[in-house]
């Protein structure tokens, strides 16, 4: 068997077989076969596609080319969660917390942010002290004890992926759907969870722009997971605006501690208890979703699921004080309103430039060893829909740098777009795919 055959048996519409890509994958991750040879199959890849069956050894091969963590030793259905990512995204910080409260076993491992915000990992690290290099025994003590953790990624997880997303990076190969879907698919299959709830975004604030697009990555990895013997469903979620009000690291801990107390923004509260009912189906605690999510929103107002997260934070190091005061966690120096110009009501904002605002403030990484200001971000005070009059504040910006207050403030005016008649409003959930 030798590289130059299956690129190409691929490039002519062949379909590899199984232990072509075993051996492939293997290969390539010993670092036996060159760069330029698997960029050649990429490309191919890219103009040809790759049936399900391909799709899925593709990600099984990803999967095992590392550490597979076993969690046989956790009782009970353990649940994951995985959002394609977006801007405002804090919904594991109320969402894993949540599930737990109703002792379904939530064993998560997360990564680090790259781009305009933090990752999850990041973001807890608000919490002075939090820990998330886990040994694999704390990290099934605690998920026994409290039913939950979030560790790091560990470098031996997949890591297969890594080398070839880093290749597809640089290549012009990233956004192909087989691609895409085995990718986060072999890390979840690595994590070892018995059920998965996937969260595709769409729109503006997306790595998928298009409806049809986030469908077709939904049913895809739905299909991977099925094929692979696990349950996993997808919810696709509206992206066109950033979810909640707040973008930045430490302002989103808030937003989630307000929305754990019962409060917070309608639709991070609708999107979590949407992905929290499927999670608790999965792992049996309810009958169908309307049962579960009656049990999560008592939850949300009785204060068990804040109790939680508090117990979460202490097990992992942090100051379960901190959640009780918020106003402790990382504040920055400089905090500004930034006042319309326009009248009228808000018809669009432009979600992707409002990430990359929060990435010039300093609150998110242009490289994976950028140091992140977690302090920093923006309030929206005005989303779509809202009238706005002129001079009325649309914002506050969280800075560090007089400087890069200033030009955030110019760029947020831009960002926003006005209309004199109210505009309709997308649906947050736009489709789950079982």
């Not at 975004?201 to 094929?227: H, P, Q, R």
């Not at 117990?311 to 005061?325: S, Y």
């Not at 200001?373 to 809202?386: C, N, Q, S, T």
């Amino acid at each position: 068997m030798n590289m130059y055959d299956l690129i190409v048996k691929k490039k002519r519409g062949g379909e590899l077989t199984d232990k072509e890509i075993r051996w492939m994958i293997r290969e390539y991750t010993d670092e036996n076969i060159p760069d330029y040879q698997m960029s050649a199959m990429m490309m191919a890849i890219c103009f040809v596609g790759m049936t399900d069956e391909e799709t899925k050894e593709l990600t099984l091969a990803m999967a095992h080319s590392g550490d597979m963590l076993n969690l046989s030793e956790i009782h009970g259905i353990k649940v994951d969660k995985h959002s394609t990512g977006g801007v405002g995204d804090k919904t594991s910080l109320v969402l894993a917390p949540l599930v737990a409260s109703l002792g379904v076993p939530v064993a998560k491992m997360s990564g680090r942010g790259l781009g305009h915000t933090g990752g999850t990992i990041d973001k807890l690290e608000s919490f002075a002290g939090f820990r998330t290099n886990l040994t694999t025994e704390e990290f099934i003590r605690n998920v026994n004890t409290i039913h939950i953790a979030i560790a790091g990624q560990t470098a031996d997880l997949a890591p297969a992926d890594k080398k070839l997303y880093a290749l597809r990076d640089v290549t012009g190969t990233v956004d192909q759907m087989s691609l895409i879907a085995s990718s986060i698919m072999s890390k979840k299959l690595a994590s070892g969870s018995d059920g998965i709830v996937l969260d595709v975004k769409t729109g503006d604030g997306a790595f998928m722009k298009s409806y049809s697009d986030a469908k077709a990555l939904a049913a895809e990895m739905v299909n991977i997971g099925k094929l692979a013997g696990k349950d996993v469903s997808a919810v696709i979620s509206d992206m066109d605006q950033p979810l909640g009000n707040a973008v930045g690291n430490a302002l989103e801990v808030k937003e989630a501690i307000d929305t754990l107390r019962g409060g917070g923004p309608r639709d991070l509260k609708e999107l979590v208890l949407t992905l929290g009912s499927l999670m608790a189906v999965k792992a049996g605690k309810a009958e169908n979703t309307e049962q579960a999510a009656a049990l999560l929103e008592s939850n949300l107002k009785n204060g068990r699921a804040f109790q939680v997260f508090k117990e979460f934070i202490r097990a992992q190091g942090g100051d379960p004080g901190e959640a009780e005061q918020p106003e402790l966690l990382p504040r920055a120096e400089y905090q500004e309103e930034v006042y319309s110009e326009k009248e009228g009501y808000v018809s669009n904002i432009h979600t992707e430039e409002i990430g990359r605002i929060c990435l010039l403030l300093g609150g998110g990484r242009e490289k994976k060893d950028s140091e992140i200001d977690l302090a920093v971000g923006v309030i929206l005070l005005r989303k779509k829909g809202d009238f706005v009059c002129t001079g009325e504040p649309i914002a506050v910006i969280h800075a560090n740098s007089p400087e890069k207050l200033n030009e955030a403030k110019e760029r947020l005016l831009q960002a926003y777009e006005f209309s004199e008649e109210k505009p309709l409003l997308e649906p947050l959930i736009k489709g789950i795919i079982e």
